[in-house]
């Protein structure tokens, strides 16, 4: 009778190699299952050979025993747990009849029939079983089919969007540098735009300087034909002339030689450093070197500048060469659309730009203000974005009023605000914080 606990141990283990032949559990447990099939098929050889019937009844029900729990513990045959549970009526007769035969041989003897007869019942219910089973074994194969077809569809499109990931990420850092460019770029149109402004701006000083440097020569020839007709006190006066002409030469001097230093500031890198400045003379400095910038390009151009300084204003703790860039495009900007604006409103229109400083509170406000053609108010949101500008193709990047958000905002802890109306005026507003 031990027959039937073997063959059932036999015909669990290749069910459980059916199982998953055709699943991703194929490489986990396919070797152990083959292998342990012809360990039983080995074991029941040997226990016809060597051992008695109560012998092979308790080591084949003893190795059914052993699957089932085995099996019943691992999570990779749940689903099959029903048919697990229909070998224990065949195991434990099978442990039962071993017993008996080996313990009351004579009892065994004489209700054979009695325990045979559960036995083959016991072995009948496991195919019972088992038919139910193998449609919760389908159920799980297309599960798994399904599943290895989601893992292929999700390789596939991992790969995908590793590609993707990729070139956008080399296109990524071609927009960075392309960015890198254009700012550079903006840096060196502002560059020279100021070096428009200083070689105007210059020329004023160095004309005083010229114009009194040659009648101070004039005067030394005449100090000169006076000492020799021995009038010292002509020479006097006529030296004194000459020392008030010296003055104005240093004076205008040191004009062109700040002139010179801003420019020079301004066109080195911002090495970050803030230094305490007058926020007053570098903004009308930038200002009358912004307007003259205009005019160098434009000689028909002109615009009337008002200043409105605070007083007492203390000194600011700065980059000067950033601040003064972003005060170089916003007079830039008001210029341009108060240039614009002539073109169009006629003889009558004249244009204002004003600068104007003062402290409010722990902040310092600079508004610059302009009569020009103003902002709609469609893309008011738009005009401190990257790359937006208003100006035709070629003559903006849409980079100077981004960039000065970022000095003022990122840099300098402060704020840019915005007023305007169209057809009217535009007024922007830079908060520091002092």
Not at 54 to 70: H, N
Not at 283 to 302: C, I, P, T, V
Not at 374 to 402: H, N, R, V
């Amino acid at each position: 009778m031990y027959f039937f606990s073997f063959l059932a141990a036999f015909l669990l283990v290749n069910r459980l190699y059916k199982f998953i032949k055709v699943s991703p559990l194929w490489l986990k447990w396919g070797s152990l299952l083959s292998y342990t099939r012809w360990l039983i098929c080995g074991i029941f050889i040997a226990s016809e050979v060597y051992l008695d019937d109560s012998a092979g009844c308790l080591i084949g029900s003893a190795i059914l025993l052993g699957i089932v729990y085995f099996a019943d513990k691992e999570d990779d045959f749940r689903v099959m747990k029903s048919y697990f549970f229909a070998h224990y009526p065949l195991i434990a007769l099978g442990f039962i009849f071993g017993l008996a035969q080996l313990m009351a041989p004579d009892f065994e003897e004489k209700y054979h029939n009695w325990f045979e007869l559960p036995i083959v019942a016991a072995f009948v219910w496991i195919f019972a079983r088992l038919a139910s089973s193998r449609k919760q074994e389908e159920a799980f194969k297309a599960v798994s089919l399904r599943n290895n077809e989601l893992d292929r569809l999700v390789a596939e499109r991992t790969a995908e969007l590793t590609s993707q990931k990729e070139e956008l990420q080399a296109t990524l850092e071609q927009l960075q540098t392309t960015q890198q460019q254009l700012i550079q770029s903006e840096k060196l149109a502002s560059l020279g735009e100021l070096t428009a402004g200083i070689a105007h701006e210059i020329q004023n000083p160095l004309n005083f300087v010229n114009n009194f440097s040659e009648v101070s020569i004039e005067l030394l020839d005449e100090m000169e034909e006076e000492l020799n007709k021995g009038d010292k006190e002509e020479a006097i006066a006529i030296a004194n002339d000459i020392k008030q002409n010296l003055e104005k030469i240093r004076h205008h001097g040191q004009r062109a030689d700040g002139i010179v230093k801003g420019m020079l500031q301004h066109s080195r890198a911002s090495s970050n450093t803030k230094e305490p400045t007058d926020i007053n003379k570098l903004a009308d400095e930038y200002l009358r070197l912004a307007y003259h910038g205009l005019r160098a390009k434009d000689k028909s151009f002109n615009a009337e500048l008002e200043t409105h300084f605070g007083e007492n204003i203390p000194l600011v703790n700065m980059v000067p060469q950033d601040i003064g860039r972003v005060l170089l495009n916003l007079f830039n900007n008001a210029f341009y659309a108060v240039q614009q604006k002539q073109k169009t409103a006629g003889a009558d229109f004249r244009p204002v730009v004003t600068l104007s400083t003062a402290v409010k509170g722990k902040s310092l406000e600079i508004k610059v203000q302009d009569n020009g053609s103003g902002i709609p108010d469609d893309i008011k949101e738009k005009i401190l974005q990257p790359f937006f500008t208003t100006k035709p193709t070629g003559e903006g990047t849409g980079l100077g009023l981004s960039l000065s958000y970022d000095i003022v905002a990122k840099g300098h802890g402060g704020k840019i605000d915005i007023d305007s109306k169209e057809n009217d005026y535009t007024m922007f507003t830079i908060t520091l914080p002092l």
